[in-house]
Every structure is written in structure tokens, then in C-alpha cells.
């Protein structure tokens, strides 16, 4: 372990064999990448937009192609939220291409088929990007990336991270779900409870001292219900 606790964490992690992991409201770690739709320079190329940025352990296998067949499906509603999907593996630029061209012309599962991707997935055979952002795990696998997922906001910066297994699909409506959500805590100043899903009631955040506690609980009724002075939730405007 590290001595100095002062010390940057980043290195700490470096020293210890561990990967590189952005932290939730860290700025998202740069970089310039060849993709299937040419070079990206990121995050600056997406200031203003959301991004998902996720990786995959390799092309031409099973799990990771029913993932990017349901990425490409959901794309355009990822796009009504404002968000870009960039998708990332340790293989080269010419094995994308391939890989995407079989999913778009051979593949049909779970009702989907002809499913073009049209989103850029970038080719990191040096690894360089998925270092960065702590996508390739040791304990895991040395020569793949495991599932992660970011989530970058129109600053630039991490609002949220998901690592899942190799052999594990993505739950993908809990990936929009979250977008939407953290969307819906920026506008509204609010936070939101277990299992929220859009139209359900938020939550109030609580209020900063006894006097104002009083007055909240006092104040309940036609805008906002409390369960207690700490717990009050409301409906937002449609």
C-alpha cells in the first residue's frame, strides 16, 4: 500500500499492479483512437453530448454480438437522450469492420436481424485506451477487456461506471435507465429512489437543519408527501 496518503491515486494503483480506473467526476481520461468511422478525438469531439463509452472482451464472439446487436437497436433512443455510443475491444480496425459486417448481413437473434451498427467502435490493439480507463483486469484476463461501461456527461466528465464479467451480457435497460435518471437529477436538482423509472416520483433532497426539517414535514401535502422528515417525495412536471 501506499505510505503517503496524499499521494495521487492513480499512481498508488500503478505501483500496485492494479488498472488505471476513472472515478466518478473525474474528467474522462483523453485520447485519439482510429474507429470504424474514422479518427475520434475524445471527449472533445463529444463536449456537449452524453457518452457511453463501453468495451468488449473480443470481435466474432457470442455474448458480445447479441450486446452490440441491442446497442444498435436502441441507438436512436440513446440519441433522443442526447447520448453517443463509442464501443471499444482490444482488436484491430480491419476485425471490426469484419465482425460488423457478419452481424449486419448473417445474424438475426431475439427478433433482431439485418441490425447495422452505426455507431464507432475503436480498435486499441495497444491497449492504450482501455489502460486508461481500466478496462483490461488482470485477475480476468490479461489479453481481453472486461465489460465496462462509462458513463460521460456533457462536461466531460464521469458520472457513472458499470464493470460487468466476461461471460455476462449487459442489462440495457438499466444502461438507459441510469442515463435517464442522472439526466433527470441535473434538470430538477432532485435524486431519485430504488428501481425509479421515468414518471415516478423523486426525491426532495433533505433539508439542512432542524428548523427547516420542521417546516418540511409541516409543509407536506398538495406538492410533496413525507415519510418522514429526511424522506419526501414529489412529482416532477410532465
Same mark, same amino acid.
Given at each position: 500500500?501506499?505510505?503517503?496518503?496524499?499521494?495521487?491515486?492513480?499512481?498508488?494503483?500503478?505501483?500496485?499492479?492494479?488498472?488505471?480506473?476513472? +472515478?466518478?467526476?473525474?474528467?474522462?481520461?483523453?485520447?485519439?483512437? #482510429?474507429?470504424?468511422?474514422?479518427?475520434?478525438?475524445?471527449?472533445?469531439?463529444?463536449?456537449?453530448?452524453?457518452? @457511453?463509452?463501453?468495451?468488449?472482451?473480443? /470481435?466474432?464472439?457470442?455474448?458480445?454480438?447479441?450486446?452490440?446487436?441491442?446497442?444498435?437497436?436502441?441507438?436512436?433512443?440513446?440519441?433522443? #437522450?442526447?447520448?453517443?455510443? !463509442?464501443?471499444? %475491444?482490444?482488436?484491430?480496425?480491419? %476485425?471490426?469492420?469484419?465482425? +460488423?459486417?457478419?452481424?449486419?448481413?448473417?445474424?438475426?437473434?431475439?427478433?433482431?436481424?439485418?441490425?447495422?451498427?452505426?455507431?464507432? !467502435? @475503436?480498435? /486499441? #490493439?495497444?491497449? /492504450?485506451?482501455?489502460? &486508461?480507463?481500466?478496462? !483490461?483486469?488482470?485477475?480476468?484476463?490479461?489479453?481481453?477487456?472486461?465489460?465496462?461501461?462509462?458513463?460521460?456527461?456533457?462536461?466531460?466528465?464521469?458520472?457513472?461506471?458499470?464493470?460487468?464479467?466476461?461471460?455476462?451480457?449487459?442489462?440495457?435497460?438499466?444502461?438507459?435507465? +441510469?442515463?435517464?435518471?442522472?439526466?433527470?437529477?441535473?434538470?430538477?436538482?432532485?435524486?431519485?429512489?430504488?428501481?425509479?423509472?421515468?414518471? /415516478? &416520483? !423523486?426525491?426532495?433532497?433533505?433539508?439542512?437543519?432542524?428548523?427547516?426539517?420542521?417546516?418540511?414535514?409541516?409543509?407536506?401535502?398538495?406538492?410533496?408527501?413525507? #415519510?418522514?422528515?429526511? +424522506?419526501?417525495?414529489?412529482?416532477?412536471?410532465?
Amino acid at each position: 500500500m501506499c505510505e503517503d496518503h496524499d499521494h495521487d491515486m492513480e499512481c498508488c494503483c500503478e505501483e500496485e499492479g492494479f488498472p488505471s480506473i476513472p +472515478l466518478i467526476g473525474d474528467p474522462a481520461p483523453s485520447f485519439t483512437a #482510429l474507429t470504424t468511422k474514422g479518427t475520434i478525438n475524445f471527449p472533445d469531439d463529444y463536449e456537449g453530448r452524453w457518452v @457511453i463509452l463501453f468495451s468488449h472482451p473480443a /470481435d466474432f464472439t457470442p455474448v458480445c454480438t447479441t450486446e452490440f446487436m441491442t446497442f444498435a437497436r436502441m441507438q436512436g433512443e440513446f440519441k433522443e #437522450l442526447n447520448c453517443e455510443l !463509442v464501443g471499444l %475491444s482490444i482488436d484491430s480496425h480491419y %476485425s471490426h469492420i469484419a465482425w +460488423l459486417r457478419t452481424i449486419e448481413e448473417k445474424i438475426a437473434w431475439n427478433g433482431m436481424k439485418n441490425m447495422k451498427v452505426d455507431f464507432p !467502435v @475503436i480498435a /486499441d #490493439l495497444t491497449m /492504450d485506451v482501455a489502460y &486508461k480507463y481500466g478496462m !483490461v483486469q488482470p485477475g480476468a484476463s490479461d489479453t481481453q477487456a472486461v465489460r465496462a461501461v462509462f458513463f460521460i456527461d456533457p462536461d466531460s466528465k464521469v458520472r457513472a461506471l458499470i464493470y460487468y464479467p466476461l461471460a455476462n451480457g449487459r442489462n440495457f435497460d438499466e444502461l438507459k435507465r +441510469l442515463l435517464v435518471a442522472m439526466q433527470t437529477s441535473d434538470k430538477y436538482k432532485v435524486a431519485t429512489p430504488a428501481d425509479w423509472r421515468p414518471g /415516478d &416520483k !423523486v426525491i426532495i433532497p433533505p433539508p439542512p437543519t432542524t428548523e427547516a426539517a420542521a417546516e418540511r414535514v409541516k409543509g407536506a401535502g398538495a406538492d410533496y408527501e413525507c #415519510l418522514d422528515w429526511f +424522506l419526501c417525495l414529489k412529482n416532477l412536471p410532465r
